[in-house]
């Protein structure tokens, strides 16, 4: 299916575990992104990459590690989760980053941390 | 301050009324400015984007960028219930920047 799609859309964890969360996108846009979104905070940049191999910190990368050795994917991992980390995740792709930079996002990923 | 500023509502009206939807902003290096609609337990979806300032229409949706005031809006005509969703405003500096969002408006249509 062409598209961005998150895995999983929903997810139980305990304080401590790692969970990774999973965006794969089918344009081979060079940009990808992954924000959380929080009451209050609205969406917030976690981390970004802007090709394969190359990637940067946003607003909020503590806690989290990204990688990206394929353009098409963009995993977010929580190495030792916590309680704060419970939110909903968003990936996000672009083709370009400069510009409008229209983004695209998936269905997002629904973490919830005991 | 943060550098995006938007009244997070929630913001009820009955159909066919004129809805505004407003963001401020502080960084006056912004270009390019947008409006993404959320629906409930879904991402965000681009509505419409305009570069500099100007107003911008597309249907019944007219978006507006005053950068003198650093101000931008969105304003949606004959409203249905099917705009009832979320709306965030985002905006970016030319260059390879990230876009910077609101932290977005709860809008209900009644029918």
């Known amino acids: 299916d062409a598209g961005i799609t998150q895995s999983p859309r929903y997810k139980i964890t305990e304080t401590g575990r790692q969970v990774t969360l999973m965006c794969h996108q089918t344009?081979?846009?060079?940009?990808m992104f992954w924000y959380r979104q929080d009451l209050g905070h609205g969406l917030r940049l976690i981390y970004y990459s802007a090709a394969a191999d190359i990637t940067d910190k946003g607003e909020v990368p503590d806690g989290y590690v990204v990688s990206r050795s394929k353009t098409e994917n963009f995993p977010l991992t929580l190495e030792s989760a916590t309680r704060s980390q419970t939110s909903v995740y968003f990936c996000a792709s672009s083709e370009h980053g400069s510009g409008a930079n229209v983004l695209t996002f998936g269905a997002g990923s629904r973490l919830t941390v005991l | 301050q943060k550098e995006v500023e938007q009244d997070p509502g929630p913001l009820s009206v009955p159909e066919g009324a004129i809805v505004s939807l407003n963001c401020t902003y502080s960084n006056s290096a912004f270009q390019y400015f947008m409006w993404y609609r959320q629906y409930s337990r879904k991402g965000p979806e681009l509505l419409m984007y305009?570069?500099?300032?100007g107003n911008k229409e597309d249907g019944r949706f007219t978006a507006q960028v005053d950068k003198s005031s650093k101000y931008i809006s969105l304003f949606i005509r004959d409203s249905q219930p099917s705009d009832s969703a979320t709306y965030l405003c985002a905006m970016k500096q030319s260059g390879n920047t990230p876009l910077v969002f609101g932290k977005g408006t709860r809008l209900s249509v009644i029918a």
């Open positions: 344009w081979s846009h060079s940009y």
């Open positions: 305009t570069y500099s300032s």
